[in-house]
């Protein structure tokens, strides 16, 4: 794995950028709407209430964005290109308490989010093809892990039109702002198979 961190990267419609202070509240915004609350917030229940405040919130988003050039860190704002209407982030973190993997920086665990406004066009695909490309072409990790919700049809749709597999494992999770836990289905993308799928004859570490 190469510790090169986050880095601008742009496709054909947006602007994938390191994260800044300018677009957190913009994101929290988004983050607090409850389509996407619902599948997305992880924290404690007891911390409903402080997460709807966004006086509360700054100090957190705050030292994410001092945090966001680290060589480790892989996070981006999601931007329409050319333009600074931020509609939603994705972000890669180490998996290892989520998913109960192996301590090894080079599996990674997915989260991406998108302003409601904005989705149905494409946008996620596109943001998530770019990070996946940088991800395992040019930091060179070894496995992608994540889940979702198995009601929230749209979330692994993506997954598998990206090329991620369905590991036949599914668990059960905590939502913050949801009383039951929700079912979650939980996906895999080995460098091997991204390479594979894309045509990339690299040589597999």
């Avoid at 677009?23 to 209430?49: A, F, G, V």
């Avoid at 192996?102 to 406004?117: A, H, M, Q, T």
């Avoid at 597999?165 to 059960?172: F, M």
């Amino acid at each position: 794995m190469n510790k090169i961190g986050t880095r601008n990267l742009q496709t054909d419609r947006l602007d994938l950028r390191v994260p800044t202070m300018n677009e957190q509240k913009r994101l929290w915004e988004i983050l607090m709407l409850e389509e996407i609350r619902k599948y997305y917030l992880t924290i404690p229940k007891s911390r409903r209430e402080k997460m709807l405040s966004w006086e509360i919130q700054e100090p957190f988003y705050q030292d994410k964005v001092n945090h966001a050039k680290d060589d480790d860190t892989f996070d981006w704002s999601i931007f329409l290109r050319g333009t600074d209407v931020c509609i939603g982030k994705i972000s890669l973190h180490q998996a290892k308490v989520e998913f109960d993997e192996e301590e090894n920086e080079s599996n990674r665990g997915l989260g991406w989010y998108l302003d409601p406004k904005y989705q149905g066009m494409g946008y996620m695909k596109e943001a998530a093809s770019k990070v996946l490309e940088y991800m395992f072409n040019e930091v060179d990790i070894n496995k992608i892990i994540t889940s979702t919700a198995l009601n929230n049809y749209s979330s692994w749709y993506l997954m598998e039109k990206l090329g991620f597999v369905y590991t036949g494992q599914n668990k059960y999770v905590e939502h913050t702002f949801e009383d039951a836990p929700s079912l979650n289905k939980i996906y895999e993308l080995t460098r091997e198979q991204y390479c594979k799928n894309n045509g990339i004859s690299k040589k597999i570490k």
